[in-house]
Every structure is written in C-alpha cells, then in structure tokens.
T-cell receptor, first 113, second 115 residues
Framework: ETGVTQTPRHLVMGMTNKKSLKCEQH?????MYWYKQSAKKPLELMFVYSLEERVENNSVPSRFSPECPNSSHLFLHLHTLQPEDSALYLC????????????FGDGTRLSIL | AQSVTQLDSQVPVFEEAPVELRCNYS??????LFWYVQYPNQGLQLLLKYLSGSTLVKGINGFEAEFNKSQTSFHLRKPSVHISDTAEYFC?????????????FGIGTKLQVIP
C-alpha cells in the first residue's frame, strides 16, 4: 500500500516525443518532490514544491518541466529528452518541506530510445 | 555543503547472520540522519531516523542504527538477517537548521542475503 501513486510505471519514448509523468498523494501532505534515480549514483533531487510553490530547482535541464496544480498532484512534463535521461523517476511527499519522512511512490521507469 | 558516504556498494551475508551497513556524513552543522530501504520495483521506505536524543535508534524490521558524532557515522545494524531483507539501503542526511534544507542521499548499499 502506498499513499503516493505514480503513473505510468514504465515509459519508453523517443527523443522527439512529449510525455508527462503523474504523481498523486493521498496523505494530505503539502510538500512534493521529484527525484531522479540512476544506477550507481546518489538519488538526485530535481524539484521541490511547498504549498504549490516551487522552492527548489536543482539545476535541472529545461527539457524537464514540473507542474503542481494543487497539493495532491505533481506532474513532470518531458520533451526532447536525451538517452542519459533514462532512469527511475521517483515522486515523494511530506507534511512540511523540512519534515521527514518523505513518503515515496514506486517510480516511473523511463527509457529513452 | 553536506555529503553522505556509504562505503560498501554491495554486502553479501548469510541468512541469520548479523550485518552492518556503514554510513558516514560530512557536515559542519547539526544534521538529521535517516536510513531508507528500497525493495525491487518499489520506492524508498523509511527504516529509521535520528533527530535528537538517544544515539541508538530502533527502526522497523528489527533494524537499528547508532549515531556517533565524533566519528560522523550512522551505521545500520541487524543482529540476524532474513531473505526478505534483500534490498538496497540508502543513508541520508538533512541539515537541522532553519529554512528549507534538502535531504542528501548516499549512493546506496545492496544487501544480498544468501540462504
């Protein structure tokens, strides 16, 4: 059982495609996060939203565009991705941006052809 | 800046044997410390956390960790592992001062429990 749901679980796309990753949390939290998980690298924080305002943009390329329409939903819009963007993308939420633990979704496995 | 070092990328251990997964952090200020576990095809799940107080922290699934300020370590231990403990374990740190503070993760340690 997870309070954070990510869709799709798997995504294969070409470099010229446009797609979006979706995250929904059912925990009543007010902070949401996107992380990139690549093999043999530490988890990379991409974006943080607190009360629907972005508080962290960790030098992420503009081909990744986040959207937080409300405190329960978070999107990651993708366009013109590169092969090195293939990774597991994890969404997380927490009650308060400095509070732990963060609750993670099961991720979207993204493969760029 | 803070960093988290997990010294072992893989740790094989026989079932029912004890295990220790090592974590060191570097920070010039006080930090909160965490261990997360990731099972295959799943997200991260919190095992335990140290915020303040007792340096020995107990978590879920029989795991515990000890905060050692002088050695800047937060090693994870379990006295007897099970097959179901096979997973990847991540140590993380967060500066405990005011304002937004991001969590820094280690590279992860894969625990393989051998029957």
């Amino acid at each position: 059982e997870t309070g954070v749901t990510q869709t799709p679980r798997h995504l294969v796309m070409g470099m010229t495609n446009k797609k979006s990753l979706k995250c929904e949390q059912h925990l009543g939290h007010n902070a949401m996060y996107w992380y990139k998980q690549s093999a043999k690298k530490p988890l990379e924080l991409m974006f943080v939203y607190s009360l629907e305002e972005r508080v962290e943009n960790n030098s992420v390329p503009s081909r990744f565009s986040p959207e937080c329409p409300n405190s329960s939903h978070l999107f990651l819009h993708l366009h013109t991705l590169q092969p090195e963007d293939s990774a597991l993308y994890l969404c997380a939420s927490s009650q308060g941006v400095n509070n732990q633990p963060q609750h993670f979704g099961d991720g979207t496995r993204l493969s760029i052809l | 800046a803070q960093s988290v070092t997990q010294l072992d990328s893989q740790v094989p251990v026989f079932e029912e044997a004890p295990v220790e997964l090592r974590c060191n952090y570097s920070s010039s200020v006080s930090v909160y410390l965490f261990w997360y576990v990731q099972y295959p095809n799943q997200g991260l799940q919190l095992l335990l956390k140290y915020l303040s107080g007792s340096t020995l922290v107990k978590g879920i699934n029989g795991f515990e960790a000890e905060f050692n300020k002088s050695q800047t370590s937060f090693h994870l231990r379990k006295p007897s592992v099970h097959i179901s403990d096979t997973a990847e374990y991540f140590c993380a740190a967060q500066i405990s001062s005011g304002g937004y503070q991001k969590v820094t993760f280690g590279i992860g340690t894969k625990l393989q429990v051998i029957p």
